[in-house]
């Protein structure tokens, strides 16, 4: 059995690896709820969605987010009314949110809506989100950004999406995180994996909120041994999304050995890209064993090789 912690997009790619590599059912995603929000009256769960519409093959592999082949009839018809149309929602995906919606409106928890989501795009594996308690990740604009809200905290996806990430951050914090409680199953599937996965997600704002939830960072402190993470950070740099200059900003080094100062405490084994081969022996001072395997994912074979690798 593998848990695996897991974000949006790096997250996804792997557990599509992971899948080829090991029976699907025997795998479980503990999901990153951070990042979700409401508009147009709708419950959006970025990470969530990421991971199912990739595990089941139907993600727009060129944005990172929503469903190939999409229409956009809806957006256009917002426009007329100004609503906002920076957060894009496709037509098909729209379902999702609707659904989702509508099933948090009659009381059904967000991990029960999300098990079914899941089985109805046939998966097998098993999606936890963290906790179904809400946990908003808020960002502090720096002082020094060029943004109106310079100084202000803005949600999640108003830096991420509406912001295109741009503007240098001051702090990060997950509103609620420590009066949430895990969903049912996190706990019990940490416990009993044969190995716990911390997949190549942003460390700081797709792994953090799950570890800010009360009791997941404690386990993996006592399984440290059976815990593996990769490292999303390649020769200096995200393969996307902010979590190089984010983790600059915050006070870290910007490499796979930056990865390794997080994640020693929790994890015994860090896996980092040929290309960060120098860096191997500062990962080992660091505190983690260091594995060189090749770590971009650019197809699903290459996934699936990693997936292999970090099992082995
Ligand atoms: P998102 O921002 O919510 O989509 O999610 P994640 O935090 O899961 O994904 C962003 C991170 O994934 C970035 O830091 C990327 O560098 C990392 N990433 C994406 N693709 C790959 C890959 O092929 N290999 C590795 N090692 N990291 C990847
Ligand atoms: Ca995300």
């Known amino acids: 059995m593998i848990t695996a912690l897991a974000g949006g997009v790096g997250a996804a790619r792997l557990l599509e690896g992971l899948v080829q590599v090991v029976p699907p059912d025997e795998v479980t995603a503990i999901v990153n709820t951070g990042d979700d929000f409401v508009i147009?009256?709708?419950?959006?769960?970025?990470?969530?969605?990421?991971?199912?519409?990739?595990?089941?093959?139907?993600?727009?592999?060129?944005?990172?987010?929503?469903?190939?082949?999409?229409?956009?009839?809806?957006?256009?018809?917002?426009?007329?009314?100004?609503?906002?149309?920076?957060?894009?929602?496709?037509?098909?995906d729209l379902a999702t949110h609707l659904y989702r919606t509508g099933m948090l409106a009659s009381g059904v928890p967000l991990s029960s809506v999300t098990a079914s989501i899941a089985r109805a795009w046939g998966l097998r594996s098993h999606l936890l989100p963290m906790s179904d308690d809400a946990v908003r990740t808020r960002i502090t604009l720096d002082e020094s950004a060029s943004s109106e809200e310079a100084g202000c905290d803005v949600a999640f996806q108003d830096y991420f999406v509406r912001l295109a990430h741009s503007v240098p951050v001051s702090g990060v914090r997950f509103d609620g995180a420590s009066q949430a409680t895990p969903a049912p199953g996190?706990?019990?599937?940490?416990?009993?994996?044969?190995?716990?996965?911390?997949?190549?997600s942003n460390p700081i704002v797709s792994i953090g909120p799950v570890l800010a939830v009360p009791g997941i960072q404690h386990i993996l402190e006592s399984r440290r041994d059976s815990v593996v993470a990769i490292s999303p950070i390649i020769a200096g740099a995200a393969l996307k999304g902010p979590a190089d200059r984010m983790m600059a900003q915050l006070g870290h080094e910007a490499s796979a050995v930056g990865v390794a100062r997080i994640y020693a405490p929790l994890a015994a084994t860090l896996y980092i890209d040929e290309a960060d081969r120098d860096e191997a022996a500062r990962v080992e001072a660091a505190g983690m064993r260091c594995v060189v395997v090749p770590a971009v994912m650019s197809t699903p074979a290459h996934a699936a090789r990693l997936a292999e690798a970090c099992l082995r």
């Open 40 to 92: 147009h009256g709708l419950y959006v769960c970025p990470d969530l969605d990421t991971v199912t519409y990739t595990l089941a093959g139907v993600q727009n592999r060129a944005a990172g987010w929503g469903l190939a082949d999409e229409h956009w009839m809806v957006m256009e018809s917002l426009e007329r009314y100004g609503a906002p149309t920076w957060f894009r929602l496709g037509d098909r």
């Open 186 to 200: 996190v706990i019990e599937s940490l416990e009993t994996a044969d190995r716990i996965v911390i997949c190549p």
